[in-house]
């Protein structure tokens, strides 16, 4: 059994940032990917991005790309994703993500594993 932890969210105005981190526990596979999604009222879950267990790969959704960045610390088995420039858009609870098979590449598709999810709020 895997367990996520999220961390960071909360309250920022238009154009500010947040720093999300997560850190996985317990059984975790030797490799994984990680990565985070986000879920607005009333809309479907969605990628937001993902890195390879080296941390040499990354993906961002094209609404993110520029303005988040994401991050490893393999011995903390933690990742992060730093949020600069944001948009009211953003507003969403965001959710993170472990995928085994996705070790190599970051392109998480599948999560084997979801946190519980933290609540990001972009006011204007």
């Known amino acids: 059994q895997v367990q996520l932890a999220e961390s960071g969210g909360g309250l920022a105005q238009t154009g500010g940032s947040l720093r999300l981190s997560c850190a996985a526990s317990?059984?975790?596979?030797?490799?994984?990917?990680m990565g985070w999604f986000r879920q607005a009222p009333g809309k479907e879950r969605e990628f937001v991005a993902g890195i390879s267990w080296s941390g040499i790969s990354t993906h961002y959704a094209d609404n993110v790309k520029g303005r988040f960045t994401i991050s490893r610390d393999i011995a903390k088995k933690t990742v992060y994703l730093q949020m600069d420039s944001l948009k009211a858009e953003d507003t969403a609870v965001y959710y993170c993500?472990?995928?085994?098979?996705?070790?190599?590449?970051?392109?998480?598709?599948?999560?084997?594993?979801w946190g519980q999810g933290t609540q990001v709020i972009v006011s204007s």
């Open positions: 993500a472990l995928d085994s098979m996705a070790y190599a590449t970051g392109k998480i598709t599948t999560p084997t594993s």
């Open positions: 317990g059984r975790t596979s030797t490799l994984y990917a």
